[in-house]
Nanobody, 128 residues
Framework: QVQLVQSGGGSVQAGGTLTLSCAAS????????MGWFREVPGKAREGVAA???????FYGDSVKGRFTISRDDANNTLYLQMNNLKPEDAAMYYC??????????????????????WGKGTLVTISS
C-alpha cells in the first residue's frame, strides 16, 4: 500500500512559479511511475508530468518547457516545479503512483487511468 500526501499549491499571479510536493510512504518500492495530473470542473483529467523509477520523464504538451518533475529518493518525495504559470494552468492537481509498467502516454491519454494510488489533491489558482 502506498500513501501519497500532497503539499504546496495555492494562488499565484500569471507568470509566477509554484512548486508542488508529494510525500510517499508505505511500499514505495512497488511503484513504477509517479506523476501529476490535473482536473478542472467540466473537463477531463489531464496528465501533466510523470517520472519513471529509472528516471525517464514524460510531460503533457501544454506544460513542456515550463514544468519540471523531479523526485528525492532519499525522502520518497515527488516534486512539480511550475514556471511561467498561465491562467489555464489553474486546476486541482493530483499526485499519483503506478505499480504497473503501462506506457505513460497511454495513461496520459486516459487521464490517469492505470495509476493505482492517488493523493487527495491540491488546488492551484492563477490570477491574471
Amino acid at each position: 500500500q502506498v500513501q501519497l500526501v500532497q503539499s504546496g499549491g495555492g494562488s499565484v499571479q500569471a507568470g509566477g512559479t509554484l512548486t508542488l510536493s508529494c510525500a510517499a510512504s508505505g511500499s514505495t518500492e512497488s511503484w513504477y511511475y509517479m506523476g501529476w495530473f490535473r482536473e478542472v470542473p467540466g473537463k477531463a483529467r489531464e496528465g501533466v508530468a510523470a517520472i519513471a523509477k529509472r528516471g525517464d520523464t514524460f510531460y503533457g504538451d501544454s506544460v513542456k518547457g515550463r514544468f519540471t518533475i523531479s523526485r528525492d529518493d532519499a525522502n520518497n518525495t515527488l516534486y512539480l516545479q511550475m514556471n511561467n504559470l498561465k491562467p489555464e494552468d489553474a486546476a486541482m492537481y493530483y499526485c499519483a503512483a503506478a505499480t504497473r509498467a503501462l506506457p505513460m502516454n497511454w495513461i496520459f491519454e486516459r487521464g490517469g487511468y492505470g495509476m493505482d494510488y492517488w493523493g487527495k489533491g491540491t488546488l492551484v489558482t492563477i490570477s491574471s
